[in-house]
């Protein structure tokens, strides 16, 4: 993969930027997808925020390799402390990462949040943080979707601000409210893989000389989730 090609996952995330948007890329690693963007003529701005300073300079080397230094801006930064308001950012992309992290990154830089129309968080596991802290936050999910790529599924979480509550149950966190209306073969992989994965512990809880009750019942409630959704 690189800027000239993206991976599914990343050009699925790129599809979901408006024409003409200030991106802020956090977690850039690479800087492939604002560098895909900016080639592509979709975005007119873009930092490309990395905590870690391996990860910023193969952001800076691909940002250098496709002849766009001065187009996107690279920085050192934890979260969202790479924006400042001048930047003017309207789309914040936080892609590849576990979604406590996601959700940590964006409580931690609220602040930041200010002008910013859309959110573009791709979680590799734990999309339901995600999704409770987009409604703790006055943020409603305009878009999800979900995708298989090399033996990985992974979730893109698409969400504005909003002056109304929002409220998703905790089936909806868990699965997605727009996921849940389409049940696609991604969909299904995830959550079968997870049913056989609940599974396992569940017999192995239950071949215990005295089994946890409490846990027992516990898995046995997500299984039947699951096995419902499926269904
Ligand atoms: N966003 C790219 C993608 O989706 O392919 C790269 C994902 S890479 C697996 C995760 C990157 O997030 C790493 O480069 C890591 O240094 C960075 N990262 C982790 N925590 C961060 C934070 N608090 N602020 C900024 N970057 C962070």
Do not use: C
């Not at 492939?32 to 080397?61: C, H, Q, W």
């Not at 734990?126 to 979730?155: C, F, K, Q, S």
């Not at 698409?158 to 929002?166: G, K, Q, R, S």
């Not at 409220?167 to 079968?192: C, D, H, S, T, V």
């Amino acid at each position: 993969m690189d800027a000239e090609k993206l991976s599914h996952r990343l050009a699925t995330v790129a599809e979901f930027v408006p024409q003409g948007a200030r991106v802020a890329d956090i977690g850039t690693d690479h800087a492939y997808l604002p560098a895909a963007l900016m080639l592509a003529g979709k975005i007119s701005f873009a930092v490309a925020g990395d905590v870690t300073r391996g990860p910023l300079e193969n952001a800076k080397e691909e940002i250098a390799r496709v002849n766009l230094t001065g187009k996107i801006q690279p920085r050192l930064a934890d979260g969202l402390a790479a924006i400042t308001a001048a930047d003017r950012i309207d789309t914040v992309v936080i892609a590849g990462m576990g979604g406590a992290l996601i959700a940590k990154i964006l409580e931690q830089g609220k602040e930041h949040l200010a002008g910013v129309q859309r959110l573009i968080l791709q979680p590799n596991i734990g999309a339901e943080r995600v999704r409770e802290w987009l409604m703790n936050n006055h943020y409603e999910l305009v878009a999800e979707r979900i995708l298989a790529e090399d033996g990985h599924v992974y979730e893109i979480l698409v969400a504005t601000a909003t002056l109304l509550p929002v409220r998703y149950n905790q089936r909806e966190l868990r699965f997605g409210p727009l996921l849940l209306e389409e049940k696609n073969a991604a969909f299904r992989e995830k959550w079968a893989g997870e049913l056989t994965r609940l599974q396992a512990v569940l017999d192995q809880l239950a071949a215990a000389p005295q089994p946890p009750a409490g846990k027992v019942a516990a898995f046995a409630a997500e299984i039947a989730e699951i096995k419902g959704v499926l269904q």
